[in-house]
């Protein structure tokens, strides 16, 4: 049994060292947040939303005292296995790396001759080689590919599917040295069932920015197709079900916008490599067009209501079914309009301390605003709960941000209905 030190105990550390704590390593999880370590030593999971099956492992491996966390990364120091996975957010567009460079600062005064040390978090191309590698050189006084191992293996999971993600995902290990990746994939071998393959760190650094940037672009386009639809009148979901009936054709689905942590930031982490070149075009474009959704969303609004309405959001998170609202769209439609003069009432039932009783949230309101498609709301689908809540507002307005309601039921129940992607 070999010690695993997690350092980072959020979406992606959690799973990862319950899943190495169920394959029989002794696991150490180190965060800077007391109360999320106290509550994992509880065996609670810390973070609100629907995880399949994170709580049962929790229970198991904690009970089995095969995981335990911490704050102090003096655990590092006898570990054979040091997985990195703390946030690497934009500051003005531009790489942060201090949670990062901090994180390899304590890890480099622990770390020891003979440890595999991996990176999970996303990352800039060149950050391996440029921040990791001196920083945790420097701080141990030992040399990368000689005295220790340094890869990176970038996550590749989502919330509400971390688990599965985790297990069944092709992951990419990106070593200083061949002798380096193949000792990382010994160790992700024992939690992954699936291909584990080799690369040099740089490659591994564009692999899963480009992931993302990829994905961003394929939304911008679909968002503009939906921008088109509106235009000449027409349905962009028809649209889209048509085209992808098309062999080889796959259209995203259109919507308010993207967020979380991966989409709308490893694009500009990608393309921050070449700043001051020509190169970039089509991703500072597509970011440019998902970011203007959420504004898009507050046009069709205002289009229909004067300032000082209320209007009821339904939605913060960036996904459905868990409370990470992290660079939500939902967040900016919110600020946009109580910039324009409107009272914002939030109803999130995975974001309770952010808002109000769904019913409270509804009444004397001008406008719904559907922002995230969370399965707690198919519950306001059927024909009556529809007439509860028109006889609850002011105004029975309802703007769709995820496709959500059926627009012609809407109608007919009197409803005045607008939709991203729906023509008049």
Not at 43 to 57: C, F, H, R, T
Not at 114 to 141: D, F, H, N, Q, Y
Not at 229 to 246: M, P, Q, T
Not at 399 to 424: H, Q, S, V
């Amino acid at each position: 049994m070999s010690k695993v030190c997690v350092v980072g105990l959020g979406y992606v550390g959690i799973p990862v060292a319950a899943k190495f704590a169920e394959a029989g390593h002794g696991v150490t999880g180190i965060d800077i947040d007391e109360g999320k370590v106290e509550k994992i030593n509880r065996a609670e999971y810390p973070l609100k939303g629907q995880e399949p099956g994170i709580q049962d492992l929790l229970e198991k491996v904690v009970s089995s005292d095969r995981l335990k966390a911490s704050t102090d990364f003096g655990e590092c120091g006898d570990a054979d296995f040091i997985t990195i996975c703390v946030q690497t957010p934009l500051k003005d567009d531009n790489p942060d790396n201090s949670y990062l460079e901090s994180a390899c600062e304590e890890v480099g005064r622990s770390l020891t001759e003979g440890c595999v040390v991996s990176v999970e978090s996303t990352l800039a191309p060149r950050t391996m080689a440029k921040v990791v590698k001196p920083i945790l050189e420097r701080s141990s006084g030992l040399r990368a590919g000689k005295d220790f191992y340094l890869v990176h293996c970038p996550e590749r999971v989502r919330p509400g599917h971390l688990l599965e993600q985790l297990e069944t995902f092709d992951r990419v290990i990106g070593g200083i040295d061949k002798q380096s990746a193949l000792k990382a994939k010994d160790f992700y071998k024992d939690v992954i069932n699936a291909d584990l393959d080799i690369t040099d760190m740089t490659t591994a650094e564009v692999v899963k920015t480009t992931e993302n940037a990829y994905r961003d672009t394929q939304i911008a386009f679909a968002n503009e197709i939906a921008l088109l639809s509106e235009e000449v009148g027409i349905d962009v979901f028809e649209v889209r079900n048509l085209v992808n009936k098309c062999p080889w054709r796959d259209m995203h689905i259109p919507g308010t916008g993207v967020g979380g942590h991966c989409i709308p930031v490893d694009p500009l982490l990608l393309i921050s490599s070449v700043q001051g070149t020509d190169i970039p075009k089509v991703i500072p474009a597509s970011r440019n067009r998902n970011d203007e959704m959420p504004r898009h969303l507050v046009e069709l609004i205002t289009e229909e209501i004067d300032p000082k309405s209320k209007v009821s959001l339904l939605g913060l998170s960036y996904v459905k079914d868990t409370e990470d609202a992290r660079n939500s769209p939902a967040l900016v439609v919110k600020d946009e309009l109580e910039d324009g003069g409107y009272e914002v009432s939030v109803h999130d039932p995975w974001n309770e301390d952010l808002s109000v009783e769904f019913e409270e949230c509804l009444k004397g309101s001008s406008c719904l605003v559907l922002a995230t498609d969370h399965s707690a709301f198919e519950r306001l689908k059927p024909e009556g709960m529809l007439k509860k809540i028109k006889n609850w507002m002011d105004k029975p307005f309802i703007a769709d941000g995820r496709n959500f309601f059926d627009k012609k039921k809407c109608e007919k129940l009197g409803f005045t209905y607008r939709g991203i992607g729906k023509g008049k």
